[in-house]
């Protein structure tokens, strides 16, 4: 389980041909062999590290039903991504309940300034806009974020510098595809809604 407090940016080292060897600032001493990592909000695991080089890198492997549901498929070689570690029993749980199982694939229709914010507009799947509300929780490329407004299938949030700065979230463009992950427990009361009608 994950929070969707970004704690890395992490850059793709190489693309294999069953997944990804990944750069990272975490030290590899404390990455384990079968852990789960989030990156840019997917949940994969852990199966080699190597600690020798000035930065330390970790391999995952990926199903194709992995890249056929999120952005993976097109990852390259130096493409920066966001990294989560597991919370741990006793963590502050500074965003929500964030499960690492992406629904779908959102893309960025306009970025406005806001201050010294920025307001990001979506296009999500149809079939995920029920579970998207206003001022509830949503996760995109693995980063915990508050909706603004929902309009059918679109929606908003505002990113504040700090994200901005600590995420990949400064290096959006228009057009680029997210990786989203509905709030946990819109998706169970909407399931739970369906049983009583």
Same mark, same amino acid.
Request: proline fraction near 3%; aromatic fraction near 6%.
């Given at each position: 389980?994950?929070?969707?407090?970004?704690?890395?940016?992490?850059?793709?080292? $190489?693309?294999? $041909?069953?997944?990804?060897?990944?750069?990272?600032?975490?030290?590899?001493?404390?990455?384990?062999?079968?852990?789960?990592?989030?990156?840019?909000?997917?949940?994969?695991?852990?199966?080699?590290?190597?600690?020798?080089?000035?930065?330390?890198?970790?391999?995952?492997?990926?199903? =194709?039903?992995?890249?056929?549901?999120?952005?993976?498929?097109?990852?390259?070689?130096?493409?920066?991504?966001?990294?989560?570690?597991?919370?741990?029993?006793?963590?502050?749980?500074?965003?929500?309940?964030?499960?690492?199982?992406?629904?779908?694939?959102?893309?960025?229709?306009?970025?406005?300034?806001?201050?010294?914010?920025?307001?990001?507009?979506?296009?999500?799947?149809?079939?995920?806009?029920?579970?998207?509300?206003?001022?509830?929780?949503?996760?995109?490329?693995?980063?915990?974020?508050?909706?603004? $407004?929902?309009?059918? =299938?679109?929606?908003?949030? =505002?990113?504040?510098?700090?994200?901005?700065?600590?995420?990949?979230?400064?290096?959006?463009?228009?057009?680029?595809?997210?990786?989203?992950?509905?709030?946990?427990?819109?998706?169970?009361?909407?399931?739970?809604?369906?049983?009583?009608?």
């Amino acid at each position: 389980m994950f929070t969707g407090i970004v704690s890395d940016i992490a850059t793709i080292k $190489e693309r294999l $041909e069953g997944g990804f060897e990944i750069a990272c600032n975490y030290p590899a001493a404390s990455i384990n062999l079968g852990a789960s990592i989030s990156c840019d909000g997917v949940c994969l695991t852990v199966t080699a590290k190597d600690g020798s080089k000035s930065k330390s890198t970790f391999r995952v492997d990926v199903s =194709n039903e992995t890249r056929s549901k999120t952005t993976l498929g097109s990852w390259q070689a130096g493409r920066k991504v966001n990294l989560e570690r597991p919370v741990r029993v006793g963590d502050e749980l500074g965003g929500h309940v964030v499960s690492g199982h992406v629904d779908g694939i959102a893309e960025i229709i306009d970025i406005t300034e806001d201050g010294a914010c920025q307001r990001f507009s979506f296009s999500a799947p149809e079939h995920l806009a029920l579970y998207i509300a206003p001022k509830g929780s949503i996760a995109l490329d693995g980063t915990s974020l508050t909706v603004n $407004e929902v309009s059918g =299938n679109r929606f908003g949030v =505002n990113i504040i510098p700090h994200t901005l700065t600590s995420t990949t979230w400064g290096g959006k463009n228009i057009g680029d595809l997210i990786n989203l992950e509905v709030d946990l427990f819109a998706r169970y009361v909407a399931r739970l809604m369906e049983f009583r009608a």
